[in-house]
């Protein structure tokens, strides 16, 4: 996947949540470039294979109160390595600023 990666933050999730990232990219692809957000939590400990706990929305679709599954809706695993990476390089410059 060819991410652009804009914005990195981390939420704590109120006192009790579960804390996140959220991370805004652009995605480029055929020439057209998406504005995209990325929710990830963090993955579960435990035994055997765990899918990526991510969450992926087109941000213009979200402006038009779009949510619906098919058409705001993708796949995290193919974007995961990606947005690890982008929180990961986050928390690098942030220790070296």
């Known amino acids: 996947m060819n991410i652009k990666p804009l914005k990195v933050d981390y939420h704590r999730n109120g006192v009790s949540g579960e804390p996140f990232h ?3 990219f652009d995605k480029e692809e055929d020439g057209k470039t998406t504005h995209m957000l990325a929710v990830r939590f963090p993955d579960d400990e435990g035994d055997g294979y765990q899918n990526p706990r991510i969450a992926v929305f087109d941000i213009a679709l979200l402006y038009e109160s779009v949510i619906e599954f098919g058409e705001n809706s993708f796949r995290g695993d ?3 390595d990606d947005i ?3 929180i990961k390089a986050h ?5 070296h600023d």
């Open 22 to 24: 959220c991370v805004l």
């Open 78 to 80: 193919h974007f995961v």
């Open 84 to 86: 690890d990476k982008a």
């Open 91 to 95: 928390y690098e410059e942030m220790t």
